[in-house]
């Protein structure tokens, strides 16, 4: 079974200051990570994703997230912070090779100050 | 706009009553998922379906069925109504089961259950 921690049900940063939500998971097997990023009122849309390969991943809107296998952790980072940016984002696992069934974490909600 | 039509938006209805909920994937997916956002239980995976066919359940309740059409819709039924399935109602597209395909997500229909 895979499961999905997110430090910090809710994270405050200055706009231009750097944006860091952490993630950690549980899983047997090799897992495939995703960050999802949830506006008010709206779908869940992919910001990233880590299935083999290079560790750093580049997704949209200047986010990146680093897979550490040692550290079992996926967290998510941004230099600079925008307005823009102030929305709830959600750390996700499946398995290789499994039915796609994420296994969602409790999120993080992003609020960016003046 | 994922591409993911999910209908209605919004929906009110009493205890004990049944409802069903629709969704339209992305043209050419043959994978849908229903997950359940709730503000106790957060993100959770229903089920999938690919192809017309039962693929994965996860945590749906036996009140709950789901079906995929021959045009590969799919539609979700909750039956006898409580309270407690008041959530975010998300359904989600990908072309194919594979774990490290992505996912698209609708806008989800809002269960409100009086």
């Known amino acids: 079974a895979q499961s999905v921690t997110q430090l910090g049900s809710h994270v405050s940063v200055s706009e231009g200051a750097l944006v860091l939500l952490r993630c950690n998971y549980s899983?047997?097997?090799?897992?495939?990570l995703f960050w999802y990023v949830q506006y008010p009122n709206q779908g869940l849309q992919l910001l990233l994703k880590?299935?083999?390969?290079?560790?750093l991943v580049k997704g949209i809107n200047g986010f990146e997230a680093e897979f550490k296998k040692s550290e079992t952790s996926f967290h998510l980072t941004k230099p600079s912070a925008h307005m823009s940016d102030a929305a709830e984002y959600f750390c996700?696992?499946?398995?290789?090779?499994?039915?796609?069934?994420?296994?969602f974490g409790s999120g993080t909600q992003l609020t960016v100050l003046p | 706009d994922s591409g993911v039509t999910q209908t209605p938006k919004h929906l009110i209805t009493a205890t004990g009553q049944r409802v069903t909920l629709r969704c339209s994937p992305r043209s050419g997916d043959l994978s849908v998922y229903w997950y359940q956002q709730s503000l106790d239980q957060g993100l959770q995976f229903l089920i999938q379906y690919y192809n017309g066919e039962e693929r994965a359940k996860g945590n749906i309740l036996e009140r709950f069925s789901a079906q995929q059409f021959p045009d590969l819709h799919s539609e979700l039924n909750l039956s006898s109504l409580e309270l407690g399935d008041s959530a975010l109602y998300f359904c989600a597209s990908s072309p194919t089961g594979v774990a490290n395909t992505e996912a698209f997500f609708g806008q989800g229909t809002r269960l409100t259950v009086v």
């Open positions: 899983s047997s097997v090799p897992p495939y």
């Open positions: 880590y299935t083999t390969g290079a560790t």
């Open positions: 996700a696992v499946t398995l290789s090779g499994s039915a796609r069934q994420l296994t």
